[in-house]
């Protein structure tokens, strides 16, 4: 992923798309992160039916980020795996304690592996794989 990429996943919300037994679902997701290795990581709080999805298709998974001011905006396709240990799990949790005031917390994290990058924003480059 490019500088641009990267930047708007670690300022903007991400959509996450997934799809099981022909049923899409979608959730906007404000626990993420970009890891140094490039994969991406999502904290779980609420994410039971994307987490069904994801085990009946494979791991498959879609994120959707954009800037609805300039309208910049990428498409990534790729694997997720579930973890419920480890430094990126133990660190959602924090985050998600401290945001809920313990009213809440993370189960886990999803490890998603990009595959594709797709540009989104409007113009000539729509459409285009990064």
Same mark, same amino acid.
């Given at each position: 992923?490019?500088?641009?990429?990267?930047?708007?996943?670690?300022?903007?919300?991400? /959509?996450?798309?997934?799809?099981?037994?022909?049923?899409?679902?979608?959730?906007?997701?404000?626990?993420?992160? %970009?890891?140094?290795?490039?994969?991406? &990581?999502?904290? /779980?709080?609420?994410?039971? *039916? *994307?987490?069904?999805?994801?085990?009946?298709?494979? $791991?498959? +998974?879609?994120? =959707? %980020?954009? /800037?609805? #001011? =300039?309208?910049?905006?990428?498409? +990534? #396709? $790729?694997? &997720?795996?579930?973890?419920?240990?480890? &430094?990126?799990?133990?660190?959602?949790? #924090?985050?998600?304690?401290?945001?809920?005031? $313990?009213?809440?917390?993370? #189960?886990?994290?999803?490890? +998603?592996?990009?595959?594709?990058? +797709?540009?989104?924003?409007?113009?000539? /480059?729509?459409?285009?794989?990064?």
């Amino acid at each position: 992923m490019n500088e641009s990429v990267q930047k708007l996943l670690k300022e903007s919300m991400w /959509d996450l798309a997934t799809c099981a037994n022909g049923e899409p679902n979608v959730v906007p997701v404000a626990f993420k992160d %970009v890891l140094p290795d490039g994969r991406l &990581a999502v904290g /779980d709080v609420f994410l039971e *039916t *994307t987490l069904k999805n994801l085990a009946a298709d494979n $791991g498959k +998974i879609a994120i =959707s %980020v954009y /800037d609805a #001011k =300039s309208l910049e905006g990428y498409q +990534i #396709k $790729g694997k &997720a795996e579930y973890v419920t240990e480890g &430094a990126v799990v133990e660190t959602f949790k #924090k985050i998600v304690e401290q945001v809920f005031n $313990g009213g809440a917390t993370a #189960k886990g994290a999803l490890l +998603i592996t990009p595959e594709k990058v +797709i540009v989104t924003t409007p113009g000539a /480059d729509n459409k285009k794989v990064l």
